[in-house]
């Protein structure tokens, strides 16, 4: 079972090596090309290589990791027939302001999907940080093992996306379509801060602040808690805002 990551940053990356400890391979994309993720190849070992999006669209579960506002440019005919993974937010004041997103007539997710009209989109991973996602994977039936939200329009494709999430560690709630994927958008309450541990210690520096959360290991959210945060929701407007922003 190969993995395609395109996109290898902080999420695309979490994701390769939780699949290379998981015994898959993976093939690791981005926009400036494969030299530029040698380091990551070679921390990863003999399962990686570096492709561009085209190659790693030829894996067999792909996954789209890349800033909303890059999302027209996935490679669609490449990754026509093919399940893909997306794990993107949007954020417009990073994004850019989307209207069919601001009005709430599309998720980010229906959005993707219509661009990729010949895929079956699927959504997971955006409702966790990159540094929660890697350190809250469990085997299946750990006691602690933690659950995350999917949605979809494609059962077989769903079904792919829950044993994904077994192997790499994770229990699946779904939630329904990519219409209710809504629920676990920016500003939801299964958003980021379930798997969070707590604040950190007051008065660290904004650099140590980072340090904590990346090094102080999350709090795991079971299947059960995960339904309800997702079950008793209000859809509210579209977008995450950044902490101390307007
Ligand atoms: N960070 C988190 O904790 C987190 C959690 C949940 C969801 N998310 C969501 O997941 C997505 C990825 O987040 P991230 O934090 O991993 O971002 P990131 O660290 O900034 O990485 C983005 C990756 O996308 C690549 N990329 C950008 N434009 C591309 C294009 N047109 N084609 C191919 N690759 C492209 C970048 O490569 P280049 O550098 O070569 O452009 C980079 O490898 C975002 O939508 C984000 O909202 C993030």
């Known amino acids: 079972m190969t993995l395609g990551l395109i996109g290898s940053g902080m999420i695309g990356g979490t994701l390769a090596r939780l ?74 004041q990073r994004d850019g302001t989307i209207p069919e997103l601001d009005s ?12 990729l009209a010949s895929s079956r989109v699927v959504k997971a991973f955006n409702n966790i940080t990159f540094f929660n996602l890697g350190n809250l994977a469990r085997p299946a039936g750990a006691d602690d093992r933690s659950a995350l939200p999917i949605a979809g329009d494609d059962t077989a494709a769903k079904a792919e996306l829950v044993a994904l999430l077994d192997t790499l560690g994770y229990d699946a709630v779904d939630v329904g379509t990519l219409a209710d994927s809504w629920r676990s958008e920016p ?37 059960g808690r995960i339904k309800e945060l997702t079950e008793n929701v209000v859809r509210g407007p579209a977008g995450g805002r950044f902490p101390g922003s307007a």
């Open 104 to 115: 709430n007539e599309l998720t980010s997710s229906e959005l993707v999907q219509r661009h």
């Open 187 to 223: 500003e939801t309450p299964v958003y980021v801060q379930p798997y969070m541990p707590g604040r950190p210690p007051e008065g660290l520096s904004p650099e140590d602040t980072f340090r904590w959360m990346t090094e102080t290991p999350g709090h795991p959210v079971p299947a």
């Open 19 to 92: 699949a290379v400890a998981a015994g898959m391979d993976v093939i690791l994309s981005n926009s400036r090309g494969p030299a530029t993720l040698a380091d990551l190849v070679t921390e990863l070992g003999d399962q990686a290589r570096a492709a561009t999006p085209v190659e790693a669209a030829r894996a067999d579960l792909v996954v789209a990791t890349i800033p909303l506002s890059a999302y027209s440019q996935l490679p669609a005919d490449a990754l026509a027939g093919k399940t893909v993974i997306d794990t993107m937010n949007y954020y417009p």
